[in-house]
């Protein structure tokens, strides 16, 4: 194999991939590196390795040194790893000595345990909204068909009575029908090809940050923090805006229509969604400042006929995910007491 496939090879790893010297300065970091520290290959060129271990995972540099000394490889399993923002990762890591053109180095690997239990986690969700899409459709065929048997029926019977007091009950059996076909609908959501065209999120999340902001929400702090680096995508815009609509629209209930809410938007490294590896990946974030998600429903709410609040119908969730898993997306959150983030991921093609 040619040298120049080496380096190509290291980058595509999602293996976290450090190389130092003998004084433990930073030689090489690969893509996934990068994105775990949150810093570049340029910046930390010839830097110490606290620069990217820091005080936090001061024990972890000193097992470094000591056994780097001793000549052998070794390695840990489940450490907590301190990383960019402050953010505490769960990893196993394997330390080896390396030999360049006589000239020892170190090689450490760094893999994300959280990032493999949220893969799994991810495709166990979506396998789950698959699941249930299909159960659905064929309850769909079961109800719809004895209901429109229904409704001709009263019809019919309604036509035959002179007594308008009796009609009233026909007429209440044909609402009640036609209300049950509505909601078997919607249960579904749309079933269409997504008409995707390149389309600026901004735009949409623009959309409907006009569209909420209205008297009854003005107690609200809206907030914007975009990246300006992402480029268009292709999407349906209807279906995003409706996704997103659902999204904040839920916000602002659990809010009380009083508090923050936040848009966000930022590029995603070498992300995985439904088992696919992406290099890039555009995330849209919805945050508030509510009370959080109730552990009883938080691993049911894309779930039809799910909801947190009195007066839901717990569609919204559920026709959200639906709608970004037509785009090759995929809809997750974190929650507790003062902060839930519900994220929208896009592969950027």
């Not at 810093?39 to 390795?49: A, G, L, N, T, W």
């Not at 909601?183 to 079933?191: A, F, Q, S, T």
Request: charged letters at 25%.
């Amino acid at each position: 194999m040619n040298d120049k496939f080496y380096p190509v090879i290291i980058d595509s790893l999602a293996t976290a991939v450090i190389v130092l010297n003998q004084a433990y300065e930073l030689e090489c970091i690969n893509p996934a590196a990068e994105e775990l520290f949150g810093v570049s290959q340029r910046r930390v060129y010839k830097e110490p390795i606290s620069t990217l271990f820091g005080n936090e995972n001061k024990d972890m540099t000193l097992q470094l040194q000591e056994n780097f000394h001793k000549g052998r490889a070794w390695t840990e399993h489940e450490c907590i790893l301190t990383v960019a923002n402050n953010k505490e990762v769960t990893v196993n890591y394997t330390v080896s000595p390396l030999l360049v053109e006589d000239e020892e180095k170190i090689l450490i690997e760094i893999v994300r345990l959280d990032r493999q239990l949220k893969i799994i986690k991810e495709s166990h969700v979506l396998k789950e909204h698959q699941a249930t899409r299909s159960m659905l459709r064929g309850m769909a065929h079961e109800i719809k068909n004895p209901l429109g048997g229904l409704r001709g029926a009263a019809q019919l019977l309604e036509g035959e009575l002179e007594n308008k007091e009796l009609k009233e009950y026909t007429g209440i059996i044909i609402k009640e029908a036609d209300r049950l076909h509505t909601l078997v609908d919607r249960m579904l959501g749309p079933n269409m090809v997504p008409n995707k065209v390149k389309h600026n999120i901004h735009e949409v999340l623009h959309h409907v940050y006009r569209v909420l902001s209205t008297k009854d929400n003005e107690a609200v702090n809206f907030r914007i923090d975009y990246d300006p680096s992402i480029p268009l995508l292709n999407f349906d815009r209807d279906m995003l805006v409706q996704a997103v609509m659902n999204i904040a629209g839920n916000a602002l209930r659990a809010i009380e229509h009083k508090g923050e809410l936040i848009f966000k938007t930022r590029v995603l490294l070498r992300h995985t969604i439904n088992g696919h590896l992406y290099k890039l990946v555009a995330c849209i974030s919805i945050i508030d400042d509510g009370p959080g998600i109730s552990d009883d429903i938080a691993t049911k709410i894309f779930f039809p006929m799910v909801s947190g609040q009195t007066n839901g119908t717990g569609l919204g969730l559920a026709i959200s995910q639906m709608l970004i898993n037509q785009h090759g997306g995929l809809i997750e959150f974190d929650t507790e007491i003062g902060r839930t983030e519900f994220r929208v991921m896009l592969p950027i093609e």
